[in-house]
Structures are given as C-alpha cells and as structure tokens.
T-cell receptor, first 114, second 112 residues
C-alpha cells in the first residue's frame, strides 16, 4: 500500500481480555518495527522483524506480549490478559534496509484498558 | 553503542521566534541521523535526515539541522516559529541505516 496501515485506530478493552493489533506495512518493506508510546512518553521499542523472523524481541515487556509476521508482510501484535498499564499508543513502522531512508510510521492504535 | 539525548523535554517559543531543539548522539561510526515530527494523535513523520554529504540538511516546513561531528550534535532549527509547528519532535540515530534508536522527544509549544 501507499503507507503503513494500522488497525484498529482505537481499541477499548476490559482488563484481562486479549487484544490483537494489526500492522500492514508498505509493500516491499522487509523490516517492520513495533513501538509503544505511553502518555507523554517517548518511544519504547518492542520488537523488530526482518522478513518473517524477529532478530530482536528484546523490548517486549512481558510474556503476555507476542508478535508475528506472516508472508513478510502483515504483522500482528497480541497482548494477552491486558492490564491497565498496557494502555498506550502502539506504533508500527516499516523500512527498506540499505536505502538510507528512514522509517515510515503508521498512525498507531490507541489502546485503552479499563 | 548508539544512543540519542534530547535536551529539554519541553520547549516553548513565541510565534515568530527562533526554534532550537537539541539532539546529541553517541555512535562508534559515522551515523545516519533523523528528525521526526509527531502531531497530536498522529504517527511520526520524517522531517529531515542526514546520511552523507552536506552537513546542513534542509527539511520540510522550513526546518533544518546541522550535523556537527566534533560536537556529536544534530540540532534542529527553524528561524521563525509558526503556530502549526507545535508538536512532538524526535531525534533518531542509526549506525547502519537499518535499526534506529530514538530520543525521548521534545514537546514544542508555540505561544501566540
């Protein structure tokens, strides 16, 4: 697609429920990143995909968080048993390595856990 | 190790005044440097980037940044602030042009 698409744009969920956040990167971008941005905070790196593999999962805050990427394209970030501290904006970015261009970010998913 | 420090989490300027947002980096090799802007309720947009060549880089909306290797800095400037410049600004560094490391951001307020 023309840009990075994230869905849903907003999600309100009850504490303890599981949620899935979707990212559809720019076609041909082999690298994909997930970040979390809490209110008034900077960007917290979560996970990085190169193709379908995740060379760097170091930012996932707990084992309740997982992510996958299939077909080298769409990625899903899953949060199990959501907690109130999971409330944040989750940003996805894609990138074509070696080009010298920066990341292209999606508009994010605003997750609110009530 | 790569890292970025943005001095000043909040900066306020009057409309028409100079904007200066500071970014210092740490890198073991000549880095790629980027500035991103985030308007309210939106994702990050690329403002400008330095890869190689001229050290003064011009970006969108009248912003520019100068790569100063001796000072390990990449400060963002704009001669005259506009109300529409109010946003969050992030500096980022990469040694490879692949994985980037972001600063904690600077929130710019423009006072009418």
């Amino acid at each position: 697609g023309a840009g990075v698409s994230q869905s849903p744009s907003n999600k309100v969920t009850e504490k303890g429920k599981d949620v899935e956040l979707r990212c559809d990167p720019i076609s041909g971008h082999t690298a994909l990143y997930w970040y979390r941005q809490s209110l008034g905070q900077g960007l917290e790196f979560l996970i990085y995909f190169q193709g379908n593999s995740a060379p760097d999962k170091s930012g996932l805050p707990s084992d309740r968080f997982s992510a996958e990427r299939t077909g080298g394209s769409v990625s899903t970030l899953t949060i199990q048993r959501t907690q109130q501290e999971d409330s944040a904006v989750y940003l996805c970015a894609s990138h074509l390595p070696g080009t010298g261009y920066g990341y292209t970010f999606g508009s994010g998913t605003r997750l609110t856990v009530v | 190790a790569q890292s970025v420090t943005q001095l000043g989490s909040h900066v306020s300027v009057s409309e028409g005044a100079l904007v200066l947002l500071r970014c210092n980096y740490s890198s073991s090799v000549p880095p790629y440097l980027f500035w991103y802007v985030q308007y309210p309720n939106q994702g990050l947009q690329l403002l400008l980037k330095y890869t190689t060549g001229a050290t003064l880089v011009k970006g969108i909306n009248g912003f520019e940044a100068e790569f100063k290797k001796s000072e390990t800095s990449f400060h963002l400037t704009k001669p005259s602030a506009h109300m529409s410049d109010a946003a969050e600004y992030f500096c980022a560094v990469s040694e490879t042009g692949n994985q980037f490391y972001f600063g904690t951001g600077t929130s710019l307020t423009v006072i009418p």
